[in-house]
């Protein structure tokens, strides 16, 4: 393998980012079938050999592990365990992914997408191990730190997501302790204390104590080789005592049990030194005072014959009744159940006892993995008798969910840990998430304190959109109710609808996820961008009516006048940020325009001085009965400073010199623009002239009223109106009639006195 490669020590699959891996089992990866139509599995491992194997060939791991020989180790251990072919095969599959220039389409191709899936999520967990662990420090004991922790969150999720991984990890770190063990190579510290701190916990908590005992056991050995070697040597010391001591009492227990016509398998149970020295530490006595050095292990059919087992047991020996614990009336977190017991012999030693039903050992032996071998099994169920799919499918959900349900145990045994070894975190490891099912058993990611609201639209955001109700485990429950990790949600949706604003205020509670958020504030973005489309639609089509201009297609319309679409053109006018006169240039024939020249030079020509007025009072210097017309942009009125501008056919337009398009018509065609001034009949009092005029101020009752009551005292007619609200501030633009501008100045002035009114100013 390439060099600094370990792969081994970082198999799990992706990371918390989430996939919707299950616990599915592999394909059949293109092994043959049987008559039936299911694939040939004792094929399957054998062909995912003769696939690695090339790859695989004189590739040495940075542990010093032949590549091809820890695959075989991997795929040994996970048949120990009770793993299906398949699940064994993909041990050699992700090992040989690592020299692949296309792994996922190679795998996919030649043994199914739900091989590649598995490699390429276990080779992206990889990597992010491998970069976490050199955080590790060197002390065997101790809390895990921030960084640890962060890490096993991630790996947790991606756990509880597909089961094989599970398996698959903690038979290659298994694989690798075995090596160093077998090899008497110095094992890396970093990674000894990883295997005791965060796998060996692991198998514990999903029940696969044979992986959990050993992984212990060698990691402590890696750690505290004194420790180890002293307590190793004491057991020696006596073996030979001991081994002919528990002989003597299984014989006698054994006939007693046979003689009361009760069927039972007793043995001798394994010594792990680990635990021998986790309970030397935690109740400070000295190795003869630990009572499962000499212990029995007794395997009965049912749960009646475990207690008269017991009954029995105690009968022969002196029962320790502060060392009795009945786990199959109370069983552990993960499942486990047994009776414990702790009897004293004719010579006072202590011996514990163990009893369980067969079932029970297998759980206890292989934990998780009797949901494997069910999974595994298919809808023949353990026993080969058939299974209606929708139990099959419930018994899978169930699996799933316990499963998760010993990870977060896990979480909080090692939050506990930390504070009782005075950690100042308090931060456990799903603080900041929780977990929680669909009833179909499908996990769930969701910030900590998330609603069902946030579970809907972490689903899918149209369910989010159309919820209207939730069942925490069956119970109907406010949609702003704080999940917790482990529940099983349902959402009561309603066939259309949206989401209410009530959602968005942050004290009701509803929503938590950003990410829901956003797509709430994109629902009522939505909303409002197709009411402000309508509205500029709706002006459009009337300008289109008047103009006569029915027949114009909207898309080209939009496109002449530089839009993509006619829904944007709609967008801007109903927002007000296009005005509607451009539309009528584009849509009015341009008329046959006269030689502008000849105004101009008939003004330079001329050189007269004489002023000749119109019938609106405009007087236009060195030009004869020229048509002229007021600006309606400005509406100039005397005795306002105006301007004329030549136009195209109609005449010369009259501006306020301080008009905003006069200004602009000046600076770009500055030859067209023209004298002019107001004549002895403006202002005479004969002429009157149109102006607007706008008033703003506070919004109230009678605003207009009073408004219109000024004009009407000042004696200055209106001829149009218009108002306009937004919140509590309004807007009132009036086209008044006056024949002096000056006159209107004190008009506006007692408008500025009225109660409420904050602004009143000519256009």
Known sequence: MKTGQHLPQTMSPQGAAGTHATIVDLADWGAPRDENGAPASDQVRSKARAFAEPLLYSQTFDTGEDALTHADGVALTLQNMGASPSLQAAAYLVYAAE?????????????????????????????????????LGDEAEGPLNAEQIERIRKMLLAFSRDLRVVLLR????????????NSKLPCPKA?????LQVFAPLANRLGIWQIKWEMEDLSFRFLMPDVYKTIAKSLQDKRLERERHVEQVRQELAAALQAMGLKAEVQGRPKHLYSIWKKMQGKNLPIERIFDIQALRVIVDDVPACYAALSRAHELWKPLPEEFDDYIARPKANGYQSLHTVVLDEAGRPIEIQIRTHAMHEHADSGVAAHWAYKEAGKKGYGGAALAAGDFERRVAEARQTVLRQLLAWERDLAAADEAQGGTSNKGLFDDRIYVFTPGGEIIDLPSGASPVDFAYTLHTNLGHRCRGAKVDGAMVPLNTELQSGQTIEIISVKEGGPSLDWLNPELGYLKSQRARAKVRAWF????????????????????????KTATKLDDLAENLGFKTADALFEVVGKDEYSLRNIEQLLRPAEPAPDPDQFIAQKLLKGSTDAVGNSRGILVVGMDS???QLARCCKPAPPDDIGGFVTRGKG????????????????????RVIPVTWGKQAGDGKSNYAVDVMVEGHDRPGLLRDVCDVF????????????????????????????????????????LQINGVSRAKRR
């Not at 692949?100 to 992206?124: C, D, Q, W, Y």
């Not at 010369?652 to 030859?671: G, I, Y």
Request: hydrophobic share 40%.
């Open 99 to 135: 020299y692949l220039n296309h792994p996922e389409e190679v795998i996919s191709r030649s043994f199914g997408a739900e091989a590649a899936t598995l490699v390429m999520h276990t080779l992206k967990l990889v990597r992010v191990q491998r970069s976490a662990r050199d955080a």
């Open 170 to 181: 903690l038979a290659s770190r298994m694989t690798t302790l075995r090596y160093y063990a």
């Open 191 to 195: 990674l000894a204390r990883e295997s």
């Open 525 to 548: 973005n939505a909303l409002a961008q197709q009411a402000t489309i309508a509205r500029g639609r709706e002006a459009v089509e009337k300008l289109l009516q008047r103009e006569g």
């Open 626 to 628: 020229l048509l002229t």
């Open 652 to 671: 010369v337009a009259v501006h306020r010199v301080d008009c905003s398009n006069f200004k602009q018509m000046a600076t770009t065609q500055p030859e």
């Open 712 to 751: 009407a005292q000042g004696k200055t007619h209106v001829l149009a109106m218009h108002s306009q609200t937004q919140r509590d501030r309004t807007t009132i633009t009036l086209t008044v009639q006056t024949d002096d501008t000056s006159k209107l100045k004190g008009v506006l002035g007692k408008v």
